[in-house]
Each structure stands twice: as C-alpha cells, then as structure tokens.
C-alpha cells in the first residue's frame, strides 16, 4: 500500500491542487495529520476534497479551533482573525466534519499520523531533545507529525536521535533511508503555509512494504492563492508570507 501523507493544508486549495498533481499514480491512499482549515481561503473546498478522498486524519489546532472546541485566545491576532472567517464561512456539514476528527496519535496499519507530538497533539516538535522525549511514547517505528510546518523530522537509532532533512531548493525529492533497526518521526511538511523557508507545497509518499519514504516539494499557484486571501479580507501578511515560506 502506497500512501500520501499530507499536513498542515491549511485551506490553500492551489498547494494543495498542485500536490495532488504532482503526486498522482504514486500513491493508494491520502492520509493527513491534521490542520485542513486556518490561514488561506478555501476552507470549503479543501475540507470537501478531505472528506471524499482521505482515508485517515486527525485533528489539528486549527481544526480545533474553528470547530470551536479549543479557545482562540492563545492564537496570535492574524491566526485569530482568520479562524473567526474560517468559522463564519464554512458550511455546517464541513463545520460538523472539523468537530469530529479524532484526536492523534491514530495508529494507521504499522504506522502512526498525530498532528503535534505523540503526546500532546498541540506541542510542537522541533528540536532534537525534544523528538528524543517523543520517542519514549511512539508506538510504532515511523510515526508522521505536522504541526510545526518544518518538513524533515528525526531518527532514533542507537539511542542516537539525528535530524532527517528535506529536499534542497533546486531539488524536488528526498529519499529516506528507512533502517530495519530504526524509529522514525517524520514531518511531511506544510501543503499550505511552509515555514522552513521554501514557498513550494510539501509532503510525503510512503510505502511501509517496500521501506520507501520520499519527502517532495512541488512549486504552485502562489499568486492566485495570495490574491483569494486578499479578495477575503484576511490579514496580508498571510498572503505575504506563502510566498517567503517562513
């Protein structure tokens, strides 16, 4: 079985548009960690495409929040105004989907999809003293995250934690080397607000059979993405920022 793994969506319909271009006739099934909705202005048509297509999600903070089960207050004003927009346009049965994503860590076959740490689906994991936290609650080799829109992650093998990487900037591919022995968490990047300073759409295809794991960037429509943010009256900054990838 081939899988897509796709994270942080963030309702940016042309990331998310080209990554399924991109990555058509390489993949089974899609799978998501989370945070379909917040940001960019298409929640309607990015939480109707992951309704019909994903075979397994968890919830994000986002997701979360516009479904009104975790409060706003700790959100920044820009993240705030958006999940408010986000919350006022989209139709009750995609509001009803948001409210009833599960909760991560979701065991998916031999592998795991959480949105933040295996723990605390809202913690972020950047750092290597973190992820050698995480590793102590994983209950399978190779657990996929979100949540920080970092793509890479860490490996853990021989009580060694080390950071996987992701492609280079004139590159459109990682191959990971999967160790029999090793653990793995393993961030398929943000489709649709990346912040490791590359503006093109990220993800993962993953096949636990063959031991593939391939981390890709695929560029997009990025100004038609910024010009809806616009047109919507969301903050400009998150217009802005797509096209910086921070």
């Avoid at 636990?208 to 400009?236: C, M, N, V, W």
Wanted: hydrophobic share 40%.
């Amino acid at each position: 079985m081939r899988y897509l793994i796709l994270s942080d969506i963030h309702s940016n319909w042309e990331a998310l548009e080209a990554v399924l271009e991109d990555a058509a006739g390489k993949y089974d099934r899609a799978l998501c960690c989370g945070d379909l909705v917040g940001y960019c202005a298409d929640p309607n048509r990015v939480v109707e495409w992951a309704r019909a297509n994903l075979a397994a999600i968890v919830r994000g903070n986002h997701d979360k929040a516009v479904a009104g089960l975790d409060g706003i207050e700790w959100f920044n004003p820009v993240a705030q105004a958006a999940t408010l927009w986000t919350r006022h346009v989209l139709t009750p049965a995609n509001l009803e989907y948001l409210t009833n994503l599960p909760k991560g860590p979701l065991i998916v076959g031999d592998f795991t999809l959480a949105h933040g740490a295996p723990v605390d689906e809202d913690e972020y994991l950047l750092e290597a003293f973190e992820a050698r936290q995480a590793f102590q609650y994983v209950e399978r080799p190779v657990t996929f995250f979100g949540h920080t829109h970092v793509q890479g992650g860490f490996c853990l093998e021989t009580r060694h934690v080390s950071r996987i990487g992701k492609p280079g900037s004139q590159h459109p591919e990682l191959l990971v080397d999967l160790k029999p022995d090793a653990w793995y968490l393993v961030n398929p990047g943000s489709v649709g607000q990346p912040r490791d300073h590359d503006a093109r759409a990220a993800y993962a295809l993953y096949d636990p059979e063959e031991r593939f794991l391939a981390l890709r960037r695929t560029p997009y429509d990025i100004p038609s993405a910024q010009a809806k943010i616009e047109h919507a009256g969301l903050p400009g900054s998150l217009a802005q920022r797509l096209a910086a990838g921070r």
